[in-house]
């Protein structure tokens, strides 16, 4: 009988294979294919290697990631009936039937693919995969693995720069899915995040699919939502530790009396329906209480409220966990924040205690699943060897000639394990 | 019986149930949906409005696209089993069980979309779609609305934008699959570009699926597979008109030394593989030659290739197509080539002819795809309305806040149907 963990793993590659058919690729790889095809050369051995020429971001090195998913497409790779009477239909009309019985019978059981592992620190200019086979085939297959490698390897890349500066004990929440560029690219995000570094995600598929922990409270909406105390009910909590429920709006009240008073803010700027969700909230998720406290005002509502019910929380014996800050100058507010847990912990020892950090985790959206600084990486898929013959591109722009023949990368550590150097293949050399 | 067209709806359908469960939203839609239900809420009827702030790329307006994928999302709105193992899995233990049950039986029956019509011209701060029905449903839509609307929305307003800089004639090719995030990124591009004006797509599985016409013709690699004129077989060809095959190559060298002698060019600078490449293509596809002519020099071969085995397809009565300049100072090259062009349509009339533009069709890929200079759209989805009370979030940045309330968008035309002025609600207001 199958277990969880394979039957996910069998979803996710019938999920792939229905994704990337081979017929996502560049219709020029078809008319190239039959090209070869038509001359006889279709079977020649020929050697591709994807590199990119820069590293992204104007950084040091890159995350080579994408490469499980690049297997699973060519284990997978096959052309339906259905897919070859669409390039039928498309390519010029004097191309030779007898070519479309021979993409029928194609796979990818000739191609041999070496390749570094997931996830390794890259540089710019090594062979990051090298692809060799039948000369058509392994031209066909150009498009679809740098659309699953350029992505994955940037997006990761740029997930390992944010865990590099937040250090190496800050939580970090990848948040993007509404941002990206439609499901699967969310989906992509969430995962190759997560090998760069970050620890949790908001997407909830992305967690069932990958095991990856997922996290999130409340959003603006939630909090908007209500409008009077009267909205809340139940309005009664049990004690963490059991026994009977007690009156906890009645609790919090007189706590957001004390509250106002320790932090001299004016009672009457408390939003009444903010005060609403948040205890609806903690009277639904005792053990989870996390609001979002910016909705209206931090200083004048949110917080006063927060503290009141976390207090309160706290008088039963709960546990809260914290505050989200979704916008505004955040640095200002969680020095503000900070101060009033400080202020309150002197009524509540462990509020303080949960808080001892200003910011413990991080959530970031748009920018890190867009790669807003450079939302592409230009990972390419040269031909380097046809028939064990070194083949190359030169170009009027030097920098897109390419190094000709196949390359082996070396790391030379020393007896420490430390880099001694590496050599780069470039185009200076 | 199923038409083909039918038959392609439905494994959209499929595949877009597939890639956009439930589940595809951010784990929060789940807590605040828990809340609701705790507290009886959860049926309320609620309204959400989908609007972005401000115009991409400092524009003056945007496209709306991605209505119809929404409503598909919403068609399928589903939960499994597995999908609510999954959330039992994730959700704070004290999650009572019967919300679990609940979200089984859930669907959006009691959803109703109102929206703008796909691919309108929309502003800033305009409701592009109002969601209304039971608070917890169309509060758990949010995300994957929000990813459905957002990229789709920003890429074909991207496109639009190519469209009006490259002018109503010119034919734009979208090739940005590889850039793309992920194999779904670059399906949604291919689409939404479309839409916004691109005319074809590189993408031959949006053209499958979409029907959006497809093209393409060469890469560098086929023409650095080729190092010698002996690889090239056939080295026949008929006359288009029908006859007796010829031997195309040695056509093809007598016209290099009169291009050669035409253009002041020194034969010995052609590359034997590159000329070896466009004939053999050409054989192949006579009535699509469209070589890619900057794999080593456009001046001293790639231009010369061409021109011979175009010459030589002429006198045979195949109209050659055109070239394709791939990277380096585009405008410069294409002078060249028109000028090239010019001198040998003395030769041959038809050559110049069917070149009088000098740039009939501009492929656009990174760009086009990761809408590089602003790589997100800010679609946000505020609730608006609950049982009929408005509502709003107040925020300490005052471009955050929401206008309450269900608004009509109205556009007064006047008699030439030219419009008058459009009422935007702002914060302003």
Not at 326 to 353: I, N, P, T
Not at 360 to 372: A, E, P, R, Y
Not at 374 to 396: A, D, F, H, I, W
Request: proline share 6%; with cysteine; aromatic share 10%.
């Amino acid at each position: 009988m199958a277990t969880p963990l394979n039957e996910t793993c069998a979803t996710l590659e019938r999920s792939l294979r229905e994704r990337v058919p081979p017929l996502l690729t560049d219709l020029y790889q078809f008319t190239m294919a039959y090209a070869y095809w038509r001359a006889g050369r279709h079977n020649e051995p020929a050697v591709f290697e994807l590199f990119f020429r820069d590293n992204p971001f104007g950084g040091g090195f890159s995350l080579f990631a994408g490469l499980s998913d690049c297997l699973l497409f060519l284990l997978n790779f096959r052309f339906t009936s259905e897919d070859v009477e669409y390039l039928r239909s498309v390519l010029p009309v004097d191309t030779d039937p007898d070519f479309f019985t021979y993409l029928k019978g194609l796979d990818c059981s000739a191609v041999s693919i070496s390749a570094v592992a997931e996830g390794t620190v890259v540089f710019a200019r090594v062979p990051l995969m090298e692809v060799s086979g039948p000369l058509a085939v392994v031209q066909l297959l150009e498009t679809s693995l740098l659309c699953l490698v350029n992505y994955s390897s940037l997006v990761c890349t740029n997930a390992a720069r944010f865990r590099l500066a937040a250090g190496p004990e800050r939580r970090l929440l990848e948040m993007g899915l509404r941002r990206a560029q439609g499901p699967d690219g969310g989906l992509t995000a969430s995962r190759y995040t997560h090998i760069g570094g970050f620890d949790l995600t908001s997407n909830a598929l992305a967690g069932h699919l990958f095991g990856i922990p997922v996290a999130g409270t409340m959003a603006h909406s939630y909090v908007t939502s209500f409008s009077s105390l009267e909205e809340v009910w139940p309005q009664i909590l049990a004690p963490c530790g059991g026994g009977d429920p007690i009156d906890f709006m009645c609790l919090v009240k007189g706590w957001l009396g004390h509250v106002c008073q320790l932090l001299g803010a004016k009672p009457q700027g408390v939003r009444e329906g903010e005060l609403a969700a948040f205890l609806s909230y903690a009277i639904a998720y005792p053990r989870n209480f996390l609001p979002v406290i910016d909705s209206y005002s931090v200083g004048c509502s949110g917080l006063l409220c927060f503290c009141a019910v976390a207090l309160a929380l706290c008088e039963l014996k709960y546990q809260p966990l914290g505050v989200r800050l979704d916008s505004g100058d955040l640095c200002r507010q969680s020095v503000e924040v900070r101060h009033a847990f400080r202020e309150c912990s002197k009524r509540c020892r462990s509020l303080y205690l949960c808080q001892d950090n200003e910011i413990d985790v991080v959530g970031v959206g748009t920018h890190l699943v867009t790669c807003t600084s450079q939302p592409s990486l230009g990972c390419v898929y040269k031909l380097v060897e046809v028939c064990g013959r070194p083949r190359m591109k030169l170009s009027e722009d030097p920098e897109k000639s390419t190094l000709p023949g196949r390359k082996a990368i070396y790391r030379l550590l020393d007896t420490e394990g430390q880099a001694l150097f590496l050599i780069l293949p470039t185009a200076a050399l």
